[in-house]
């Protein structure tokens, strides 16, 4: 049981800096950066949060093996553990951020993070790699140094039946974003221990990260109005299925739990590319109830959110990946409460 922080790259890096160090001063486990293209670069940041901090985990949440090939990531990363001392964790996804402006084309999700996965795996090991996959190639290929571990742990971010089942078979852990409710959780739990057992894994052995966007107020109903746009993108996404380069979130019980908006407000903001971010939601604004709120993120005082994710907890989350919303006031203090205030209700919640 703990509690992880996911740092927006909206910040100079000395803020990020700053904010790593108050997770680790606050009893968080991680801090993980977004590789996200046009923005501040990953590593880069990453390493500077690592050589600041001498405790907390390290990692991206997440790379993609598109925009970056799984070889240059394992460079990455082992350099990475290396300045960090053996603290680098990695978070691998299907990607989008700027695939639409550099033209990738993100085909079979899926199996390109199963590839990348056992690509950069080999690398860390330091075996010579000759690999043609489906998605992933490499010619002869072998890292020209070894970082502390050969085993650092992956992380498999996906909202999608496939990735989730593939993280179940293959990772360390599963990364799901918006996974707020009860209800999901247990379908979660369920696809992980099904995908581990058909592997002749022990399902345990995979950890369950919900991925939250968090407003922590003394006034729980500005809390939840402060999320409430991007659970109108979450939920509005969902027309985005079959667009190229658009956000999408797919959540197993949305519709068993009467989460899913009109089909005709929904279609309106249809196609909406990822880099348009929140702007061609807000018109959905007016439908989303204080419901659609706590089924997808953690809003309320703090006795609301430390309740909330107890029942997080007691159904089956191993952690919490909280990237906390608000004003850079208000997202310091989110940090600080999250640590020292919610997290120690939450073990005294928790069955």
Known sequence: ??????????????RMVARGRLAEANGYSAVWVPDERFNREVYS???????????????????DPYARHPALTAMAIATLDEISSGRAILGIGAGISGFAEMDI???????????????????????????RGEVISLNQARLGFMGPRANIPVYVASNGPLGQRMAARTADGLIVQACASVEEVRAL????????????????????????????DDDGRAARDAVRPTVARYLGA?????????????????????????????ARVAGSGYSAGMAPYLSLLPLITDRHVDALTL???????????????????????????????AVDEAIIKLGTEVLPRVRALSR
Do not use: W
């Open 299 to 329: 809003a309320g005082t703090i006795d609301e959110v430390a309740a909330h994710a107890a029942t997080l907890f007691d159904a089956g989350i191993d952690g919490i990946l909280a990237r906390p919303v608000g004003p850079d006031p």
């Open 189 to 216: 739990r369920g696809a992980i221990t099904e995908g581990a057992q058909g592997a002749k894994r022990d399902p345990g052995e995979v950890k369950l990260i919900a991925a939250l966007r968090v407003c922590i």
């Open 1 to 14: 049981m703990d509690i992880q922080l996911q740092l927006p790259l909206d910040a100079p890096v000395s």
């Open 105 to 131: 084309d993100r085909r079979k999700p899926a199996v390109a993070m199963r590839e990348a996965i056992g690509v950069i795996r080999k690398l860390l090991r330091g075996e010579i790699v000759d690999y």
């Open 238 to 266: 969902a027309s985005n299925r079959n667009a190229r380069h658009a956000f999408f979130l797919n959540l197993r019980t949305a519709e068993t739990q009467g989460l899913v908006l009109p089909p005709e407000e929904v």
């Open 45 to 63: 940041c990453l390493g500077q949060i690592a050589a600041h901090t001498s405790r907390i985990l390290v990692g991206p949440s997440v790379t």
